[in-house]
């Protein structure tokens, strides 16, 4: 074959067959972006519920050891507001290794007072530590991303025991594409009575 007799592609077959590559290349992205948004809502959504979980664990694990009355202790847990709930922990205040004191009652730690607490401004459910009112340290963040968050005892909802403490939170992430995910908790707490 001599040089003259190849022939290559016309110009209109270069442009048919540029068309089908870069429509074939679009459908692709798209598949892909498409994808890796549900991986990504997929991821957030999990990574919320886990999130919202381990704070109400980690605020139950705690409630179950206060008391909304005990024999030796002023009221101890308190809903100061919606978003506000205070109490008092058992501990061994005669250093005699137990929390029970000699006559069998539960020694608790008056000077020391722990408050859960939602703070809107910062978007945070947060652990205080408070003597004499006044807080000591500085506040552990129990769960970032909280968009709402509420307390409630017997006196704010007759449905709850004497014993029982609810809460309530909501956290909130955004995806990249401006899809705003949330979960929500609400966990009973039963205290020591």
Partial sequence: MSIRNRRGMSF????????????????????????SESWQVTSIQQGLVSDIEKAAAEVN??????????????????????????????GDIDGNGTILDATGNIEWTTATQI???YDAGTRQLLRRTLQAGVPVGADRVIASDITAAAFEDQASDATLLADEVRLTATIARTTVKNRT???TVNSISRLRN
């Avoid at 077959?13 to 994808?35: D, K, R, T």
């Avoid at 909304?68 to 919606?82: C, D, E, I």
């Fill in 12 to 35: 209109p077959e270069l442009m048919i067959a540029s068309a089908i590559f870069m429509s074939s290349a679009v459908l692709f992205l798209m598949f892909m972006s498409q994808n």
């Fill in 181 to 183: 995910l949330t979960s």
């Fill in 61 to 90: 694990r705690e409630l179950r050891n206060a008391t909304r009355t005990a024999a030796g202790s002023p009221p101890n847990a308190t809903r100061v507001s919606a978003t506000d709930y205070r109490f008092y922990l058992p």
């Fill in 115 to 117: 408050q859960y607490f």
